[in-house]
Antibody
Framework: EVQLVESGGGLVQPGGSLRLSCAVS????????MSWVRQAPGKGLEWVSI???????YYAESVKDRFSIFRDPSNNTLNLQMKSLRVEDTAIYYC??????????WGQGVPVTVSS | EVVMTQSPATLSVSPGERVTLSCRAS??????LVWYQQKPGQAPRLLIY???TRATGIPARFSGSGFGTDFTLTITSLQSEDSAVYYC??????????FGGGTKVEIK
């Protein structure tokens, strides 16, 4: 069974940086689409970024040029490097696996709070 | 960007009743439509993919239908554990991958 476990969240000041990680077990991080999806407090789901099995990446307009998604096959982890953080980036961040036929596997989520 | 619109925003239903949730896309997404269930404090859970195929372990009381721009999630005989927010999502025309705003199902 595939399991995803996020880490790295926390409190950061506006303009700061943070790196989230998602440890993958039961599968290799390179073998399927992997995404980050976020949920602001009391709000709905928002797709943030995706990396293909081939390595291609895409980003939501709201995070383009500030966030970077990448994989570390040596640790079988998915990462999200976030810089120039804004108050509106405050959310629970989930990693998710799959795309065709839906995001089948989700992590438990990690909170990110951007506040002074 | 494909905009997904869900209605109603909130639904209050008695146990045993039939529930119908709507999802509309701003352009055709063919059959590239999925539904998720999210309970408070939990990650979303995949319910239905490709419009009408139940994911592993999803009870038969959940069903999906539609094609193109109009989709429906039906819960026959609502159970107390079905109280949750339900989201639709398209992956036909991306990026971005887009979600609907959600429908909250409450138990009367």
């Amino acid at each position: 069974e595939v399991q995803l476990v996020e880490s790295g969240g926390g409190l950061v000041q506006p303009g700061g940086s943070l790196r989230l990680s998602c440890a993958v077990s039961g599968a290799t991080v390179n073998s399927d689409y992997m995404s980050w999806v976020r949920q602001a407090p009391g709000k709905g789901l928002e797709w943030v970024s995706i990396v293909y099995s081939s390595g291609g990446t895409y980003y939501a307009e709201s995070v383009k040029d500030r966030f970077s998604i990448f994989r570390d096959p040596s640790n079988n982890t998915l990462n999200l490097q976030m810089k120039s953080l804004r108050v509106e980036d405050t959310a629970i961040y989930y990693c998710a696996r799959g795309l065709v036929w839906g995001f089948k596997y989700w992590g438990q989520g990690v909170p990110v709070t951007v506040s002074s | 960007e494909v905009v997904m619109t869900q209605s109603p925003a909130t639904l209050s239903v008695s146990p045993g009743e039939r529930v119908t949730l709507s999802c509309r896309a701003s352009q055709s997404v063919r059959n590239n439509l999925v539904w998720y269930q999210q309970k408070p404090g939990q990650a979303p859970r995949l319910l239905i993919y490709a419009v009408s195929t139940r994911a592993t372990g999803i009870p038969a009381r959940f069903s999906g239908s539609g094609f193109g721009t109009d989709f429906t999630l039906t819960i026959t005989s609502l159970q107390s554990e079905d109280s949750a927010v339900y989201y639709c999502q398209q992956y036909d025309d991306w990026p971005p991958i887009t979600f609907g705003g959600g429908t909250k199902v409450e138990i009367k």
